[in-house]
């Protein structure tokens, strides 16, 4: 049975990843554009050095903001979709009792705040010509440790939550659940240090409209994922109970 | 609690095994955060490839899907 969720996982996953991608296309893409016109005219009026000016493209604009975008976006989505698939048939049955759809739903509305929101107020998407270049290795480390613990402290609320919710009943238990990943998260991201490396002259409008461009995808793609998910398990599920792997 | 009745009739589903479930999470976990490794953080600060190919290529979904990318 594991095995038959993941496939569905990986290609809804897919579908999900079109549908993002189409939203990046349209909300995303001329905020890239803009950033990089805006990094071309910096590098024009600093001229320093012309090593760097004549960088040959390793791979075009129109590539990059097509068949790269696509397959970005959507190998991530597919893999995300398997991940989640698995996360699924681990929790199916095992953690809170609102059916597959229900079931869905939730994991996918945890994901989105665990893996992207709640990392990305520490660490936000940023468009190019935002970041130094020297701080790179750092930023990633910070990052991927960000979204670590963000992970960790979900596992952490959830067995707790599971005790809460037992002594207090599903809705205070529930609350106490999400408070403790908040307040666990609130800490690592007060304690983290912050990157201030917009350049000067940077459009602030620019930075929000790209931010929200990067949530949107997100929210496209989780909503999908969650919703076409749930009803593609559900019918799986009903149609081989009890399973036979 | 009356609609969370309606909710689950005919939807008691069973867990499935973990025995069922080790395996596939290991292989297939793996495989699938090697990929997000790629689009998300290959030849950026770490590299597994030479050269700048792969960050380029897929350099705007790194930017828009939130990961550092230079």
């Known amino acids: ?245 | 609690m009356a609609y969370s009745a309606s909710t689950q009739t005919d939807i008691s589903i069973p867990a499935i095994p973990l025995g069922d479930i080790l395996p596939w999470a290991i292989f297939g976990g793996l495989l699938l955060m090697l990929a997000i490794y790629f689009v998300g953080a290959e030849q950026g600060a770490v590299a597994v490839f030479k050269g700048m190919y792969v960050h380029e290529f897929v350099h705007d979904g790194r930017h828009l899907l939130g990961f550092p990318c230079h």
């Open chain 1, 1 to 245: 049975m594991t095995g038959r969720l993941l496939v569905r996982g990986m290609l809804v996953g897919l579908i999900a990843g079109l549908l993002a991608f189409g939203f990046a296309k349209i909300f995303g893409e001329p905020q890239i554009d803009s950033a990089i016109a805006f990094e071309e005219s910096m590098s024009h009026s600093h001229s320093h050095g012309d090593a760097e000016e004549e960088e040959p493209e390793l791979v075009s604009r129109e590539v990059q903001s097509t068949f790269g975008l696509l397959t970005g976006v959507v190998a991530y989505s597919a893999s995300l979709g398997g991940i989640f698939a698995l996360v699924f048939a681990f929790s199916l049955g095992r953690i809170g009792n609102v059916g597959p759809r229900g079931l869905s739903a939730l994991l996918a509305l945890s994901a989105f705040v665990v893996l992207f929101l709640v990392p990305g107020m520490v660490y936000p998407a940023n468009p190019p010509s935002v970041g130094d270049p020297d701080t790179i290795g750092k930023r990633t480390q910070l990052f991927f440790l960000m979204l670590l613990v963000s992970v960790a402290a979900a596992v952490i609320a959830i067995s707790a939550g599971r005790k809460f919710i037992a002594s207090s009943g599903l809705w205070n238990g529930a609350i106490k659940g999400v408070a403790l990943y908040l307040v666990i998260v609130s800490i690592a991201g007060f304690l983290f240090p912050t990157f201030n490396e917009a350049p000067d002259g940077f459009s602030a409008l620019l930075l929000w409209k790209f931010r929200v461009a990067a949530v949107g995808i997100q929210v496209v793609m989780w909503t999908a994922l969650g919703l076409i998910f749930g009803a593609v398990a559900e019918r799986l599920l009903l149609a081989n109970k009890p399973y036979n792997a």
